[in-house]
């Protein structure tokens, strides 16, 4: 085999910001040209971004991104570049791939297989692919593809065995799951077996509203070897020298590490590309606040973090004091606002048409903390964090326009019992010497929405190990009630957590957005309509 | 042509209520063959109400409307019935329609054509039919179609004259667009002339989520005479005699009569199908919140109606006298609450933080407001109706958690210049003798948020007509800043307008819903990214 040293660049791309994308692409093309790199290769739709959703349809978008290829292509001489961007022709959008070489675009592939599942809607946007191209360069013979296409037995990378390819390169936004790695490297391998040669997959990195790409960018030998890896959750130069052997072989990370680095990841760049310095929440001196406000800190530093503790008449005493420990811990700003004047304002506003009693008392504590926040929020320009869990974010266990107000729900796909593991995981990563960032208090004592006399989450919810189970199997795999019902849960039970979760829709449906942990997140991922009179049992 | 009585059943069925929809179904048969019909024709997947998105997935759902339709089938004598329904085969699931006759089914059709912009998802969904029957029935050859099959030239139109069909039945859930009725009906003259055959096209209406079906069934000859024709927005049973001549002709409503139909029947339906008995609403004594509680009188009827008035210090007279006046002429409940012992107990709240200023002392007055009617449907079980219009949903003149704070937004999908005249139109409108609804002054004011001292819209704002054009442009034709500049208008003005546009998109992601009238409503229509930098200039 002709030796041929390729960059894989694993960069993070913005949407929209095709100026800004394609310095990004100059300035790793030209780090991979300082390393000998004779080819170096960039992640799909890098040019626009991905998703860009609609904006496909603004013609100045696909303009511009043309004219940033064609000044790419303009500026390669020995170093061949693959890039993706948004192409169009007689058929329609393309999402597309080109090899520029000695100044030129010397071959285009277009995506054949368009996913049009989960997040995405892929046969909204584009015509799908037909032709395929092997690229002759230093001897080698290479075969271009894009993400989903490695997803289908007997689709491109056969065609790339049939086209004599020895190398196949993959360009991806392939967005973070939970897991999804493992899963990854197994289909790199079959596909590198189903085409007889090496394949070269490369991914994006960072954050586009809910979804969190990765990286984990490799190269795999024909016969499964895997040869180099990139880390995940990092801008990477994964070099690799074809016929060399095995270069950098990063290793994946564990589970919680994992969901760490996509929370932390999502909430860095929604915060950094929507032009936010710093954020403002609510601590409860509860976990689900305690959680969101250490993930904040290691993604924006603990000087961009403000937070508020608000206690009503029925905050307890540990309420204030370990919402004063999780701040000082971590040197976040913190202050103390009583909600006490202005949920008494709004009692004598409706004494004369009756009062507020029962639910509409508790959520108008909710809510006045919500108009609180973003006050300040208005006031000084932070970004409102919100910090429910997906278990509550399921059962409509939140108050719209109370806790659920702001612009980033941080936790928003991590169940409740996934809460708790990620606070003993991120104690147990404290550096050694430095207190863990989380006060034990707010883990282990049981969960309550202080707003009413006693209150514990356990009255009105199922035990969490078991409401998560359901959730998962209900939310997540779409499992039928009796289906669940014959895996031993409580029917009585089931009934009522579905019956939660449907009548909770109009609620999600105003949630703010977070990141995607996984393989069914609220959000695009799930597409109910609220009004559906469906009863399962 | 050998005699045939067909009836179309223009029914209103609800998502998920399977065995609401089977007798809703049954009773429209019924009242057919008491009618002598020989073919009974409903619409679209009526058996599980459209569009029912990711609730195909649930194996109950499919397996539920199975049973359905096997029932119906089996209840089938001499009048035959062809009803849509989701099926599922080796290939996936199916958007379906089947032929019940003499107890049974006798034959099935799959959607050829299965639309995947705007706000459907047909292609995430359903596997595409290929195959293509024509039945023999009293001596007619009958074709069966559905909905996005009638838009393509060469389909299963094309289809239906090769295989000497004399009749294309096809079964819709065609969601009402301003004008759209004028389109389909010459759409419905292209395809009978297609098919050289009557084309019998029953449409379904009522209110799902955003969505408003209209009706405007109808019967068109081989040479595109009209027939028969059904009227908008109401349940309807269209009979015609094949070979008997031209039936009833409904005339079809005017611009701002069809725009209202659709404002009553998706509030009305969004209300009833989610067991609200009741709506509140504040009333600023301008057009938006007026408007807003006419169309609710209407769908629901006064009784029905909450109106809360809610003075700040910046409320002028005028503010209270005309909300008052327009509840009493409507005979709304009406109520005073003023507003200001909330808004000083937050300004006291925040002081020692430096207080509140500007914008957020302006935001704070909507959301004491959003709070006080949340409260109000909360202890009332009342829902909240929002006031925003289109041109302020498009450039983010509102409050999030404020006044976009409730369950249903009116007139999210009427730009302010049509809020004007549907206002006018709908005076005009009261019967003889009645006052109009909406007081004059609240037409013809100038708008102001009254958030602020002698606040007017536009100081903020350019004029509504050159702004609900702009918008027209950017957002409902996707046209780009250099076309609408050269279309004549002001380029710093249009510049304005975009970024106001793209910005706010953080904030319509969490309004509620509300009624679709545009061809480019702001909800699934419009699929935007919130991190977006794409600049226009």
């Given at each position: 085999m002709p030796p041929l040293r390729i960059a894989l660049a694993q960069v993070n791309p913005t949407v929209g910001d095709i100026e800004g994308n394609l310095a990004l692409a100059r300035s790793w093309i030209a780090r991979s040209a300082q390393a000998g790199a004779d080819l170096v290769v960039l992640p799909e739709m890098v040019l626009t971004g991905y998703p860009i959703e609609d904006l496909v349809y603004r013609r100045a978008v696909l303009e511009d991104n043309l004219a940033a290829l064609h000044a790419l292509a303009g500026e390669t001489g020995e170093t061949a570049v693959v890039v993706g961007y948004l192409d169009r022709d007689h058929d329609g959008l393309r999402n597309a791939a080109a090899f520029l070489h000695d100044g030129a675009v010397s071959a285009r592939y277009y995506k054949h297989h368009l996913p049009n599942y989960g997040v995405f809607d892929e046969a909204r946007y584009f015509a799908r692919g037909t032709d395929f191209t092997v690229?002759?360069?230093?001897?080698?013979?290479?075969?271009?593809?894009?993400?989903?296409?490695?997803?289908?037995?007997?689709?491109?990378?056969?065609?790339?065995r049939a086209g004599g390819a020895d190398l196949v390169v993959c360009i991806n936004g392939s967005p973070y799951e939970r897991s999804k790695d493992d899963a990854r490297l197994a289909l790199v391998r079959r596909r590198a077996e189903e085409a007889g040669a090496v394949v070269a997959y490369c991914n994006m990195v960072g954050g586009q509203d809910e979804l969190v790409f990765d990286g984990d960018s490799m190269v795999v030998a024909a016969d499964g070897t895997l040869l180099a890896r990139a880390p995940q959750f990092a801008e990477h130069l994964l070099m690799h020298d074809l016929g060399g052997g095995p270069s950098e072989i990063a290793e994946p990370l564990g589970d919680c590490a994992e969901v760490w680095g996509a929370l932390v990841t999502g909430t860095r760049d929604y915060a950094r590309k929507n032009s936010f310095r710093s954020v403002v929440l609510g601590l409860?001196?509860?976990?689900?606040?305690?959680?969101?406000?250490?993930?904040?800190?290691?993604?924006?530093?603990?000087?961009?973090?403000?937070?508020?503790?608000?206690p009503s008449v029925h905050s307890s005493s540990h309420s204030l004091s370990d919402a004063a420990d999780l701040a000082a811990r971590q040197g976040l700003h913190h202050t103390v606002v009583a909600i006490v004047p202005a949920v008494a304002a709004y009692h004598d506003m409706t004494a004369?048409?009756?009062?507020?009693?029962?639910?509409?008392?508790e959520n108008l504590q909710a809510r006045v903390r919500g108009t609180l926040l973003m006050a300040l929020s208005n006031e000084h320009g932070h970004l409102v964090l919100t910090t429910g869990n997906k278990s509550e974010l399921a059962t409509g266990f939140s108050t719209l326009y109370g806790d659920t107000a702001g612009g980033w729900a941080v936790i928003k796909d991590v169940p409740k019992t996934l809460v708790w593991a990620l606070a003993r995981w991120r104690n147990a990563e404290a550096?050694?010497?430095?207190a863990p960032p989380i006060p034990e208090r707010s883990i282990t004592k049981a969960p309550s929405a202080e707003l009413a006399p006693g209150q514990l989450d356990e009255d009105r919810l199922p035990p969490y190990d078991v409401l998560d189970a359901i959730l998962a199997a209900y939310v997540e795999d779409d499992r039928d009630r009796d289906d669940i019902v014959a895996a031993g849960f409580d029917a009585a039970t089931v009934d009522r957590v579905i019956r939660l979760v449907d009548l909770a829709e109009h609620k999600r449906r105003q949630n703010p957005p977070g990141p995607k942990l996984s393989a069914k997140s609220f959000g695009r991922d799930r597409r109910l309509p609220i009004t559906n009179r469906f009863r399962h049992s």
């Amino acid at each position: 085999m002709p030796p041929l040293r390729i960059a894989l660049a694993q960069v993070n791309p913005t949407v929209g910001d095709i100026e800004g994308n394609l310095a990004l692409a100059r300035s790793w093309i030209a780090r991979s040209a300082q390393a000998g790199a004779d080819l170096v290769v960039l992640p799909e739709m890098v040019l626009t971004g991905y998703p860009i959703e609609d904006l496909v349809y603004r013609r100045a978008v696909l303009e511009d991104n043309l004219a940033a290829l064609h000044a790419l292509a303009g500026e390669t001489g020995e170093t061949a570049v693959v890039v993706g961007y948004l192409d169009r022709d007689h058929d329609g959008l393309r999402n597309a791939a080109a090899f520029l070489h000695d100044g030129a675009v010397s071959a285009r592939y277009y995506k054949h297989h368009l996913p049009n599942y989960g997040v995405f809607d892929e046969a909204r946007y584009f015509a799908r692919g037909t032709d395929f191209t092997v690229v002759p360069f230093r001897g080698h013979r290479i075969a271009l593809t894009i993400c989903e296409d490695l997803w289908q037995v007997g689709g491109p990378f056969a065609a790339a065995r049939a086209g004599g390819a020895d190398l196949v390169v993959c360009i991806n936004g392939s967005p973070y799951e939970r897991s999804k790695d493992d899963a990854r490297l197994a289909l790199v391998r079959r596909r590198a077996e189903e085409a007889g040669a090496v394949v070269a997959y490369c991914n994006m990195v960072g954050g586009q509203d809910e979804l969190v790409f990765d990286g984990d960018s490799m190269v795999v030998a024909a016969d499964g070897t895997l040869l180099a890896r990139a880390p995940q959750f990092a801008e990477h130069l994964l070099m690799h020298d074809l016929g060399g052997g095995p270069s950098e072989i990063a290793e994946p990370l564990g589970d919680c590490a994992e969901v760490w680095g996509a929370l932390v990841t999502g909430t860095r760049d929604y915060a950094r590309k929507n032009s936010f310095r710093s954020v403002v929440l609510g601590l409860s001196g509860g976990i689900d606040s305690a959680l969101t406000a250490t993930i904040a800190a290691d993604a924006l530093g603990p000087d961009a973090v403000h937070t508020v503790a608000m206690p009503s008449v029925h905050s307890s005493s540990h309420s204030l004091s370990d919402a004063a420990d999780l701040a000082a811990r971590q040197g976040l700003h913190h202050t103390v606002v009583a909600i006490v004047p202005a949920v008494a304002a709004y009692h004598d506003m409706t004494a004369g048409s009756g009062g507020l009693t029962g639910l509409a008392a508790e959520n108008l504590q909710a809510r006045v903390r919500g108009t609180l926040l973003m006050a300040l929020s208005n006031e000084h320009g932070h970004l409102v964090l919100t910090t429910g869990n997906k278990s509550e974010l399921a059962t409509g266990f939140s108050t719209l326009y109370g806790d659920t107000a702001g612009g980033w729900a941080v936790i928003k796909d991590v169940p409740k019992t996934l809460v708790w593991a990620l606070a003993r995981w991120r104690n147990a990563e404290a550096t050694s010497g430095a207190a863990p960032p989380i006060p034990e208090r707010s883990i282990t004592k049981a969960p309550s929405a202080e707003l009413a006399p006693g209150q514990l989450d356990e009255d009105r919810l199922p035990p969490y190990d078991v409401l998560d189970a359901i959730l998962a199997a209900y939310v997540e795999d779409d499992r039928d009630r009796d289906d669940i019902v014959a895996a031993g849960f409580d029917a009585a039970t089931v009934d009522r957590v579905i019956r939660l979760v449907d009548l909770a829709e109009h609620k999600r449906r105003q949630n703010p957005p977070g990141p995607k942990l996984s393989a069914k997140s609220f959000g695009r991922d799930r597409r109910l309509p609220i009004t559906n009179r469906f009863r399962h049992s």
